[in-house]
């Protein structure tokens, strides 16, 4: 089963299949049933239900702190360089603790990246190459972890899965764009004006408006510095880059036929120490 992630042509219209519920605007941490409000079938669209964000916190996103002290941070090595990664395992722990155990057994050692699209990501985690092979720790797929806190900012850490929600196996990716396409500016520019729109409640019947999945910081920051939106939500984002985005960018710029290297770029270590600034 190949494990691609669809809709690189476009980042606006990126459409995978599958999507889990985010948490709550009161505890961030839960994934309830989101029950979406949606226009009726034949008639109007309805004039969307707002609420005051006063009495809302403001969602934490730590991909754009940095790591505290001591923090395990791992050094992806490279046949092109070092790539620093850090990871959110109160977030995504099946995810890290997915990949972490698979790095320190070696099981990455000598894999490839072997789907790379410029002004997209670079993918790797195979141990066949093709993009059909590998799995999890545990012997079988397992399910996504998607949270409003973390996004497909440029220099996400994310799983790689084919169409299933649980199909997680052992392949991964590294967001790589530095600017959003026309119709992805646009994309997020049109949540600007959304923050306060009711757009599901949680399972105590809450209203969660638009500003818990995507926050004007998040906005600004895949703007800036670019990133995949359409990916929000639909894959899970368990790390982030830290150092050595030359080398993603660097990566990505491979000659490819049909998205493989022509060249193998190949991962030579997976190593573990803790952050010091």
């Known amino acids: 089963?190949?494990?691609?992630?669809?809709?690189?042509?476009?980042?606006?219209?990126?459409?995978?299949?599958?999507?889990?519920?985010?948490?709550?605007?009161?505890?961030?941490?839960?994934?309830?049933?989101?029950?979406?409000?949606?226009?009726?079938?034949?008639?109007?669209?309805?004039?969307?239900?707002?609420?005051?964000?006063?009495?809302?916190?403001?969602?934490?996103?730590?991909?754009?702190?940095?790591?505290?002290?001591?923090?395990?941070?791992?050094?992806?090595?490279?046949?092109?360089?070092?790539?620093?990664?850090?990871?959110?395992?109160?977030?995504?722990?099946?995810?890290?603790?997915?990949?972490?155990?698979?790095?320190?057994?070696?099981?990455?050692?000598?894999?490839?990246?072997?789907?790379?699209?410029?002004?997209?990501?670079?993918?790797?985690?195979?141990?066949?190459?093709?993009?059909?092979?590998?799995?999890?720790?545990?012997?079988?797929?397992?399910?996504?972890?998607?949270?409003?806190?973390?996004?497909?900012?440029?220099?996400?850490?994310?799983?790689?899965?084919?169409?299933s929600e649980v199909s997680q196996g052992s392949q991964f990716f590294i967001v790589q764009n530095s600017k959003l396409d026309e119709n992805s500016q646009g994309y997020v520019d049109g949540f600007r004006t959304r923050q306060n729109e009711v757009i599901g409640y949680d399972a105590n019947g809450e209203a969660i408006p638009f500003a818990m999945y995507f926050p004007l910081k998040i906005i600004d920051t895949y703007t800036e510095i670019g990133g995949y939106p359409s990916l929000d939500f639909q894959y899970t984002v368990f790390g982030h880059v830290i150092d050595g985005m030359d080398i993603v960018d660097a990566i990505s710029k491979v000659e490819t036929e049909s998205d493989k290297p022509l060249e193998d770029v190949t991962v030579l270590s997976i190593t573990f120490e803790p952050y010091a600034k």
Not at 25 to 43: C, F, H, K, N, S
Not at 78 to 97: C, E, H, N, Y
Request: charged share 20%; with cysteine; glycine share 12%.
């Open 1 to 163: 089963m190949s494990m691609q992630l669809t809709g690189c042509a476009s980042q606006a219209t990126a459409t995978p299949e599958g999507t889990a519920a985010p948490g709550t605007e009161t505890d961030l941490e839960a994934t309830p049933d989101i029950e979406l409000t949606e226009a009726p079938a034949d008639g109007p669209t309805p004039t969307p239900v707002t609420v005051d964000l006063t009495g809302y916190p403001e969602v934490p996103l730590p991909q754009l702190e940095d790591p505290t002290e001591g923090e395990e941070i791992a050094i992806l090595s490279t046949s092109m360089g070092d790539i620093k990664l850090r990871f959110f395992p109160d977030i995504a722990p099946k995810a890290v603790q997915n990949w972490k155990t698979h790095a320190k057994a070696g099981y990455y050692n000598g894999t490839i990246f072997h789907r790379v699209i410029s002004e997209f990501m670079i993918q790797g985690g195979d141990p066949l190459g093709t993009g059909t092979g590998g799995q999890s720790i545990w012997g079988a797929p397992f399910e996504m972890e998607t949270d409003p806190r973390l996004h497909f900012i440029r220099g996400s850490l994310g799983m790689a899965r084919s169409t």
